[in-house]
Every structure is written in structure tokens, then in C-alpha cells.
């Protein structure tokens, strides 16, 4: 086990995250510890067999949950797939220890639109202008965020812990869901009416999925805040589309209204066919790669056979057409040299001409 961090986060419980690798396949996972939690009945993990089932590009999918004594007490252990370099939204683009120590939020390093407000974790303040995520990224999260959330609520589920620092980044732009189903599991005794609270549960999660879209915005979290509200969506009426802000804003007030995730795609619309595109472009070039690597281990292999065989240089002793054949390409692949009366060249002619 290789410990990470820990702490106490959205689940309202000290929790710890390793690293760990599976004795019995070898397969590195992501364990997320709860410390000092008791089940208190075998029922409460109805809904993890739901999740072990959910299988999304943009989901970090949960594989099994114990409990152990191992640490010293009563701890409960998700397990979830572990992707290597990745990073919550909330450092890459918030910068989250600043906003821990209360400092603030520093620009990003994409270029994009400026702002004429600044958002900090502490006091607003206009003195200086903070730099925009571009449009066309923050859609791009979007459109990867409702795609995740649209697939957990069709199969009766809700994230419940939509949040910037549970939400992975693995390469330039793809983005995962992390921690999913511990909230379930946690809360198992809390929920009486199981059918209405999952429809308030699926509304919360488009409202904390509008908030992120905001913060994103505005660059900042201190966007969310309810003082800092009016200013925020002015900010993204001044730098970025109608769209974007009507699309912020239905999810903002999303539970008052009573809307699912299926009303809110269409306010997407064509910007699905560009999400597309990228995505079959990067795949033609994943392909083309892959393709240059089995060519490469098709030629080792050749190389490999060749060099086993390992023909002396010196006469041909045993005439026929296979033999010969191997002969010549071994030494064209080893020996070979350019110009007239190279080894290739002798052999060929030896075996053209025999004497």
C-alpha cells in the first residue's frame, strides 16, 4: 500500500486514498479508506453491485468494497480503478492549496478571454483581472461531465459526490468521475423513500454540475459563492456565448424547476458533432501509432529469427531453395555492406554460378 492523502472531504468523514497493487492479477487500483465506519446491515451494498456495473469512458468505475480491521478499527474500502498521472480538477485549474491556505486563485495557463473581476477564495476584489478558461474548453468539459452524469442517472443512480476535487483528469482534457457509489453506501441508513429521494438526489447532481460549470467560467470557486453570484454570471454574459450562460443557469435552478438530464443535452446541441470530431481525430492518431509499433515488433520478431539461425560466414553446405533463401536474408539483415563484392553479392553470385 502506497498512502496518498486524507482527510475529511465531501463525504462528511476522515477518509484515505492508496495506492495498491493486486496480489493475485497484478493490477494496480485506487483504494479510498473510510476511517472508523461500521455497516450496519449487508443491505447497504445493494447499490455497489449497480455501480460495479456502470461502464463509462468518463467514469472511474468501482470494482469492489470491504471492510477490514487491518488499520485498527472498523474501515470500509472502495476500490476503483487507478489512472496513473492523473489529477483533480480542482488543482489543475484552481490551484486548491492556494485556496486551502486562503490565498488566490492564480490565472490558469491556457489562454482564453480576461475578465475585468477577479474571484479569490478570500475578499473579491477588482483590483486585478484574472485570465478565462477559453469557450470551446470549457464546453468540451460539458459535454463529458452531462454524458457521465446522463448514463449514471439512466441506470437508476445519482453521482452524489459531484465535486472539483472528485473529478480526475487523465491527459490534456478527459475527464472521469471519481469516488463514485461511496455515497450510497455511507448514507444507506438515511434514506426511508429510496424512489423520491433518488429524483433529489439526480436534481442536486445538475445543480452541482451547474456550479462547476460557473466556477469554471469565472475561473474561480469563490464564483459560487451567493454574494458573489450576480457578479459571476455577469462576468460570463461579458466573456462567452448566450448559450453557455442559459445552459448555467437551467442547471443553477434545475431543482426549483424539476428538470432531468436528458432536457438539458439539447441546450448543447451541434457542439456534440465537434466533440465527436476530436475524438476521431485523436483515435486516427492513437491508431497510426499502434500501427508503427506492431510493424516495429513484426521486424524484431524477424530479426530475431534470423539471428537464431546465426549462419556462419563460409560455404554453403546444404543446396536447396529454403535454405538458401534464410541464408541470404540473414546475411543481408547482419553482414550485408554497400557497393560491388559485398558478402551479399558473393553469395548470390556463388549460389547462381555453382562450380
Known sequence: LFRSVQGVGVFGCKTTCYKAINTKNSVTYALRRIHGFRLSSARSLQRVEQWKKMNHPNVVSLREVFTTKHFGDHSLVFTHDYHPGAETLANHHFNLRSIQQGGPTPPSSMGGARSSHSFSSGTPSTSTTTSLLPENLIWTYCIQLTAAVKAIHEQGLAVRALDVTKILITGKTRLRLNCVGIMDVLTFNQTPGPGALLVRHQHEDLM????????????????????????????????????????????????????????????????????????????????????????????????????????????????????????????????????????????????????
Not at 464564483?223 to 466573456?239: F, G, M, P, V, W
Not at 457542439?271 to 481525430?281: A, D, G, H, K
Open 208 to 355: 452541482a454540475l451547474g456550479h462547476i460549470l460557473l466556477a469554471l467560467a469565472c475561473n474561480s470557486l469563490a464564483a459560487n459563492r451567493q454574494d458573489q453570484l450576480h457578479k459571476s454570471l455577469e462576468t460570463i454574459t461579458l466573456s462567452y456565448s448566450p448559450d453557455l450562460k442559459n445552459l448555467i443557469v437551467c442547471l443553477l435552478s434545475s431543482q426549483q424547476s424539476m428538470r432531468t438530464i436528458a432536457d438539458i443535452m439539447p441546450m448543447i446541441g451541434a457542439r456534440f458533432y465537434t466533440q465527436i470530431e476530436n475524438s476521431l481525430v485523436q483515435s486516427d492518431l492513437m491508431e497510426a501509432e499502434l500501427l508503427k509499433e506492431m510493424e516495429n515488433g513484426r521486424l524484431f520478431r524477424l530479426l530475431a529469427k534470423l539471428g537464431v539461425i546465426n549462419i556462419p560466414n563460409g560455404p554453403v553446405v546444404v543446396r536447396n531453395g529454403r535454405s538458401i533463401s534464410i541464408e541470404i536474408i540473414s546475411r543481408l539483415s547482419f553482414s550485408s555492406s554497400l557497393g560491388y563484392g559485398s558478402s551479399v553479392d558473393r553469395l548470390i553470385a556463388r549460389h547462381a554460378n555453382p562450380q
